[in-house]
């Protein structure tokens, strides 16, 4: 009982930020002072045999200029190798880009300065329109994890999500 209480507790101040439609972002990259979260480990690269768990996630972009994942917020327990699966659907280049906030600010930056570069790595996936993906990663430290694409203007039009890694039972999408 006190587990599904610390869930619903959990999911209850999560649901504002995370699924309101204009609700202010997980992740602030033009924070300069360093908080624990631009420290927060975020995991491994997985291996295929590892994964226990496949989540499809879709790029959108709207023809009001929104940008957006969908789903944009996740639980997963900690200890899982999931399987993203990353579709882009939407009109233009979009990535899939793992990290906490210092590592989003650090490639939000290269990617400014390189706008038409090639670039990849096992956190991240660049896809062209109508193009899907994956990334391999392995949950194993509890706390947030953010996700982003770094397109120049994609994070400022909403393109950014968060990922909850914790121990709590099995509710809701976890796996
Ligand atoms: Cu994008």
Not at 31 to 57: K, L
Not at 76 to 84: M, N, S
Not at 97 to 111: A, D, L, T, Y
Not at 118 to 147: C, I, K, Y
């Amino acid at each position: 009982m006190k587990y599904v209480l610390s869930a619903i507790v959990l999911a209850i101040t999560l649901v504002q930020p995370l699924w309101a439609a204009d609700g202010p972002p997980p992740v602030n990259p033009d924070t300069n002072h360093h908080s624990e979260a631009d420290t927060q480990e975020i995991g491994r690269p997985g291996r295929p045999d590892d994964v226990t768990r496949t989540i499809e996630v879709r790029l959108y972009d709207t023809q009001s200029g929104r940008m957006i994942f969908e789903p944009r917020g996740l639980y997963v327990k900690t200890g899982t190798t999931v399987r993203f699966k990353i579709v882009n659907v939407g009109l233009v280049e979009h990535e899939f880009f793992v990290g906490n906030p210092h590592q989003i600010s650090e490639h939000r930056k290269w990617m400014q300065d390189n706008p038409d570069m090639e670039h990849s790595g096992p956190n991240s996936v660049s896809l062209q329109r109508g193009q899907s993906g994956e990334v391999l990663w392995a949950f194993d430290t509890p706390g947030p994890v953010d996700f982003a694409c770094l397109v120049p203007g994609h994070f400022e039009a909403g393109m950014r999500g968060l990922i909850i890694v914790n121990d709590l039972p099995a509710f809701g999408n976890r796996g």
